[in-house]
């Protein structure tokens, strides 16, 4: 059973920083790829940033470009979103999330387990 927990949330104010992690169990971690994505009030989850189980490869969106970095630590089986820069737009619930092989990397359908999430709320 893979599991899956967020932490490192809270209030910041706009232009600050927050880093979040997402602790994994159950899979071999240093073969499998994560994702992190968040979900507004009111709107659908959206894709953030996604790395692969090397930690070689990342994806990110547009909206995060240049702000936000994913990494992961196969020796502790965590992954990192650092997140710079932020806006009110930024505000939402962040998820981390295991991805099948062979899928998109942007897709939530391509993601398998997720964790509870961690509220981020950015202050303008």
């Known amino acids: 059973q893979v599991q899956l927990v967020e932490s490192g949330g809270g209030l910041v104010q706009a232009g600050g920083s927050l880093r979040l992690s997402c602790a994994a169990s159950?899979?071999?971690?240093?073969?499998?790829?994560m994702g992190w994505f968040r979900q507004a009030p009111g709107k659908e989850r959206e894709f953030v940033a996604a790395?692969?189980?090397?930690?070689?490869?990342?994806y990110y969106a547009d909206s995060v470009k240049g702000r936000f970095t994913i990494s992961k630590d196969n020796a502790k089986n965590t992954v990192y979103l650092q997140m710079n820069r932020l806006t009110d737009e930024d505000t939402a619930v962040y998820y981390c999330?295991?991805?099948?092989?062979?899928?998109?990397?942007?897709?939530?359908?391509?993601?398998?387990?997720w964790g509870q999430g961690t509220q981020v709320t950015v202050s303008s």
């Open positions: 999330a295991t991805k099948r092989g062979g899928s998109s990397w942007f897709n939530q359908v391509a993601y398998d387990y």
């Open positions: 159950g899979r071999t971690f240093s073969y499998t790829s």
């Open positions: 790395i692969s189980g090397s930690g070689g490869t990342t």
